[in-house]
């Protein structure tokens, strides 16, 4: 799949440095976002174009990446409209849903797709913007071999640990349990800050102790001094996007008839802080929500 063209479309916080990362390896790519004014940088590359619809951005390329908010935009694109995105497609392409979709509608898609006569992966990644601007991406893949095995020169452009997890659906599946994984330390370390600021502790030492013990967490490590504590909550990850991933996981774990009553409570309190916060909140202002209510 090298030098291949390579459609786009979902020009937001991540889509943006996703691309560029394409750009900068070699691809070309059309752009398409809503939003016509969305990644200007993207404009000052040669071997960028900019669609104005998604079927156009779609239409000369081999692989077509979906960096979209959730399954029901991903689902809506590819299926409806007068036609869905599918129909016009030519026989062979490759879709990548690099979205955070829900597990379920990615197997249906994989499956309806492929008797239209097109391939598709899930490749939703892990890392956020940082990680999407330097190309260090992790990215959990669910599809073929052989399907993932043709994605794999554009995954490689864009992220550092690629994981085949499974058969489609299982890289969605694996994100959204990740995201649940990382939101319930992510509340935890909130909870337990305020409580220890509460008792005359300095928050800051309090982290720097987790950091140094068994509480160190992805939010100890990367979160609460840059993003939390400064007051800044701008990390570029929306709590309407978290929580989305928790109610996948919740889903996802009661589907499999297993235990969710972690989950269940996760998902609660990350829509409490989002009903509570202002509209667009950044996931780490889930601080200044357990601030708020102590
Ligand atoms: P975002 O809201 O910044 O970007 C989504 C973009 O999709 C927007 O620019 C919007 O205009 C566009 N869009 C919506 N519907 C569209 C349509 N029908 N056609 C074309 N464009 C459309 O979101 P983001 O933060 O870039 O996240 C994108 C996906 O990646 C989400 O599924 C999210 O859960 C996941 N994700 C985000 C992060 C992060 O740190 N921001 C990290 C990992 C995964």
Not at 48 to 68: P, T, W, Y
Not at 94 to 100: E, F, K, N, R, Y
Not at 169 to 191: R, T
Request: neutral net charge.
């Amino acid at each position: 799949m090298a030098n291949l063209h390579v459609g786009f479309i979902g020009l937001g916080k991540m889509g943006v440095p996703m691309a560029e990362n394409l750009l900068r390896a070699g691809f070309r790519v059309t752009g398409f976002d809503l939003n016509r004014e969305a990644g200007p940088q993207l404009d000052g590359y040669v071997a960028f174009a900019r669609a104005d619809s998604a079927a156009a951005a779609a239409r000369e390329s081999q692989a077509v990446i979906l960096m979209l908010p959730d399954s029901k935009v991903v689902d809506a694109l590819l299926w409806e409209g007068a036609p869905g995105l599918a129909a016009t497609l030519a026989k062979g392409t490759l879709i990548i849903d690099m979205s955070s979709s829900d597990p379920v509608h990615s197997r249906g898609n994989a499956s309806r797709l492929e008797q239209i006569g097109l391939g598709f992966i899930d490749a939703p990644v892990s890392g956020g913007v940082k990680r999407a601007v330097d190309g260090s991406l992790s990215i959990m893949i669910g599809g073929t071999a052989q399907e993932v095995e043709r994605g794999r020169p554009v995954l490689e452009a864009m992220g550092k640990t690629l994981i085949h997890v499974g058969a489609a659906g299982a890289g969605h599946a694996v994100k959204a349990l990740n995201n649940f994984v990382s939101a319930s330390g992510l509340i935890a370390v909130c909870e337990a800050l305020v409580a220890a600021e509460k008792f005359g502790i300095d928050p800051h030492l309090v982290n720097q102790v987790f950091n140094a013990s068994t509480g160190k967490n992805n939010t100890t490590e990367h979160k609460v001094e840059n993003f939390m504590l400064s007051g800044k909550f701008n990390s570029g990850f929306a709590l309407g996007l978290m929580r989305k991933d928790v109610q996948t996981a919740k889903d996802f774990i009661a589907g499999m008839g297993t235990p969710d009553e972690f989950v269940q409570k996760c998902l609660a309190v990350s829509q409490a802080a989002e009903a509570a916060l202002e509209k667009g909140a950044d996931h780490t202002a889930v601080y200044a929500y357990v601030r708020s209510a102590k």
